[in-house]
């Protein structure tokens, strides 16, 4: 289902849905890979897939850091912000207040060893390589698991 943004936000959100939909395909070969590990083909395509992933939202963070220097995208971090857009604590665009959805990593989280799991289950690929792995917001705002 395709995320609407307002018309301040309209190039963001077409980056937004690049993210989103390179994220989809890679879960998906992760699923086939762990459903079917002796496919030889899918070793290639899942690094394809991650790398794209990568690339997708490395540029979505980009231009969410750049909206953020800008203006055209408002953190919350100061009181006098968190009056204007109503106590909203999600980024918002400056010019309408809407309210600019995360991606979420949901299909990852960590486990108390610290490893990365895929849907609850060890990676078949190094964690290093995904971009669950990074931090999504580390300079733009504070993490809150794997988001941006």
Not at 42 to 52: D, F, G, I, M
Not at 76 to 89: C, D, H, I, V
Not at 120 to 147: I, K, N, W
């Amino acid at each position: 289902m395709p995320v609407n943004f307002c018309e301040h936000l309209e190039s963001y959100g077409v980056a937004y849905g690049r993210a989103r939909a390179s994220y989809r395909h890679c879960v998906h070969l992760l699923e086939t890979c762990l459903e079917e590990p002796q496919n030889s083909a899918l070793p290639t395509n899942l690094a394809a897939s991650l790398q794209e992933w990568l690339t997708e939202t490395g540029t979505l963070r980009q231009q969410f850091k750049l909206l953020v220097d800008e203006g055209t995208i408002v953190l919350a971090r100061n009181p006098e912000a968190e009056r204007k857009f109503q106590g909203k604590r999600f980024p918002v665009c400056g010019a309408c207040a809407f309210q600019v959805p995360r991606l979420e990593f949901s299909d990852f989280r960590w486990d108390e060893s610290g490893e990365l799991l895929f849907q609850d289950r060890p990676l078949p690929v190094p964690a290093s390589q995904t971009p669950a792995s990074q931090t999504p917001e580390a300079d733009a705002v504070p993490a809150s698991g794997a988001t941006i």
